[in-house]
């Protein structure tokens, strides 16, 4: 009766606690990705500086004894709740700033200690509060909240921001491009000079040239090449966006180690790599044309008007030279800014295509996001002070001063005291080496657009795939994998979860050859990644706890989770330069053969096979 009455109860608190323990993850990881995707960041930069806020979670077993010894999990569950809704605030407060990028990153390090804290205190506050059955029982229950909380994060909020950036935003632009023998444009004659503006001032809106027709006469590369540098040179002058932000290499970046080791290295990942296109030695290519945008009128002030300009529709010999995000301030909003059309070299019958520029207040969307994230944190801190239950084992462990750090580092000994810890350490770092690079490039894939090898999906599209179908497979894949778990033990299924984890990651390698428009298609591919991942990272989970058991299981949890953010950490820090040198394509692929070497050291992986399974005599 008591064990039925503390599973009721354990109801009112696991699903909260652990949404809200996955809420900062996924800000801090994953939804900041997105975030900084637009609001104009590279993606080198992007998975570079995310992934160096994993680096909480891989030296959180340093304070993890200090969670342990000094006052109790509770505590310290609802203090980092508060901490977590001051340091969302502060995102929200300081994105409209000029230097968003540096304080947004650090209040995102704020959440990221407060996060990796957090999960200390709620993860053994979970083992102390339910019985071992308990725990296998609520495992999958557990891992579902926290992966709901993910998918809230990545889908729901992200769902938020794209509906605020469509109502927020101008009227959509369209460009109707036509490639034909008699296109009359020519290269020499093109000036961004020579462009006359007019002014509207009844209504807010942006003016371009909505039909071009380009000739299909080939040009020299040498034509192509200067001005195509002239036009990005006249775009970044001005100030519509930053060049080395939009993707460039820096090439004042002459140290020793760029020189003699980051160049090198991308020379020869780029020869072997390398598109056609990229290693041709034909001297002509084809022939650009030339798109020019500017504001009716002046904007308010300190108000951006941000505009993307991407394919849409028709003929892929038609496309843009790269990926253009242009933003209208007080000072250039009568300044044509220019976007290049190229046609494919081999293009030799006439040709059509639609490409749409769309705007939107996106700086406004993400303060609503991260304020409403912010306000949802505070409530958390008034329910989990009144709703978590007291378990008598709950308390600080007494140590006198003087045996404070004797006693600290005795901890992190006998975890590393444990048998077969070479194995641990290789399951924790390697079983999701595919997964820490596939998570830091999935959104920028699927948001890129397609002149730049991505999917071209809206901000609302990303998120309502993340938020709908991803997420009840992922629930369902979360559920299922707990309840055979309970059943079978860990043992029986080790093998088909760690497959499951796996394999649906070829889908990435369908969607980046096949280029799909089909949202349904994409949502298909998404469906069976969610689900995989879902069902596969049961098994990470459940071992955690197996290996954590005994003495100090608190501190042992917080230790396995380090070298689980290490495992995800450094991989993703070089993925966003891995994926800008060999393209998407080429990078999925690289992301499967990640997955091999865990499927051949899974024979040394020894787990009891009576774990997890529910004892007769409870």
């Known amino acids: 009766m008591k064990e039925n009455q503390a599973k009721t109860t354990a109801w009112r608190w696991i699903p909260s606690l652990y949404f809200a323990e996955g809420i900062p993850y996924v800000i801090v990881m994953t939804l900041s990705v997105i975030f900084y995707k637009r609001m ?34 509770r505590f310290w569950i609802v203090m980092m709740q508060l901490l977590i809704g001051v340091g969302l605030a502060g995102v929200a407060f300081t994105i409209p700033v000029a230097k968003f990028f540096q304080y947004t990153l650090a209040f995102f390090w704020l959440l990221a200690f407060s996060s990796a804290t957090h999960d200390i205190a709620a993860d053994g506050f979970y083992m102390l509060g339910l019985s071992k059955h308990d725990q296998t029982f609520f495992v999958g229950i557990r891992s579902t909240f926290y992966r ?91 100030g519509f966006y930053n060049i080395e932000a939009n993707g460039t290499t820096d090439v004042s970046n002459n140290g020793w180690w760029h020189q003699h080791i980051t160049k090198p290295l991308e020379t020869y990942l780029q020869d072997v790599f390398g598109t056609k296109e990229e290693k041709t030695t034909l001297k ?32 892929k010999s038609i496309s843009l030279a790269r990926d253009y995000r242009f933003e209208f301030s007080r000072d250039n909003w009568n300044v044509p800014a220019v976007a290049v059309v190229k046609l494919d070299s081999k293009l030799t019958k006439p040709a059509q295509a639609t490409f749409e520029g769309l705007s939107g207040n996106i700086r406004f969307a993400w303060t609503v996001v991260f304020i409403s994230i912010a306000v949802l944190f505070f409530l958390f801190f008034l329910y989990h002070r009144f709703v978590l239950p007291k378990p008598a084992e709950d308390k600080p462990r007494k140590q006198a001063e003087e045996g404070f750090f004797k006693e600290f580092f005795r901890v992190f000994i006998l975890f590393f005291k444990k048998k077969d810890i070479g194995v641990i350490l290789l399951f924790l770092l390697v079983y999701r080496l595919g997964e820490s690079q596939l998570v830091k490039l999935a959104s920028p894939f699927f948001l890129d657009p397609r002149e730049m090898n991505g999917l071209g999906l809206t901000t609302g599209d990303l998120g309502l795939l993340y938020g709908t179908i991803g997420i009840v497979f992922l629930s369902v894949g979360g559920i299922l994998g707990g309840i055979v778990a309970s059943k079978n033990g860990l043992k029986y299924w080790l093998w088909w979860m760690v497959a499951a984890m796996n394999l649906p990651n070829l889908v990435y390698v369908y969607l980046s ?98 774990f997890g399974k529910k004892l007769k005599n409870i």
């Open 513 to 610: 050859y096949v280029m799909p428009s089909s949202l349904w298609l994409i949502g298909a591919s998404v469906a069976v990644e969610q689900f995989g991942y879902g069902f596969g990272f049961t098994a990470y989970m459940l071992y955690m706890i197996y290996v954590s058991e005994g003495q100090h299981k608190t501190a042992h949890f917080a230790i396995t989770t380090g070298f689980m953010a290490l495992g995800m950490m450094i991989p993703g820090m070089i993925s966003g330069w891995l994926q800008v040198i060999i393209g998407y394509q080429h990078f999925f692929i690289w992301v499967m053969l990640c997955t091999i070497p865990f499927f051949i050291m899974i024979n040394f992986i020894k787990v009891d096979k009576e």
């Open 40 to 73: 104009g960041v590279s993606n080198t930069d992007i998975a570079l500086y995310t992934s160096w806020l994993y680096l909480p979670w891989v030296i959180k077993p340093l304070w993890s004894p200090i969670v342990d010894m000094l006052k109790t999990k």
């Open 148 to 238: 709901l909380a993910m998918l809230t994060g990545q889908g729901l909020l992200v769902i938020l921001a794209g509906f605020i950036e469509s109502r927020s935003g101008l009227l959509p632009v369209e460009v109707n491009v036509s490639a034909s023998p008699t296109g009359t444009q020519e290269l020499v004659n093109f000036d961004p000079h020579n462009i006359k503006t007019i002014t509207d001032t009844t209504a807010l809106y942006i003016i371009a040239n909505n039909k071009l027709e380009v000739g299909i006469q080939p040009i020299t590369k040498a034509e192509a090449s200067n001005m195509l540098h002239k036009i990005e040179v006249w775009n970044s002058s001005h």
């Open 284 to 315: 002509t290519t084809g022939n650009i044309g030339f798109v020019w945008f500017y504001l009716s009128h002046q904007p308010k002030k300190d108000e951006t008007v941000v505009m993307t300009f991407s394919y849409r529709k028709g003929d």
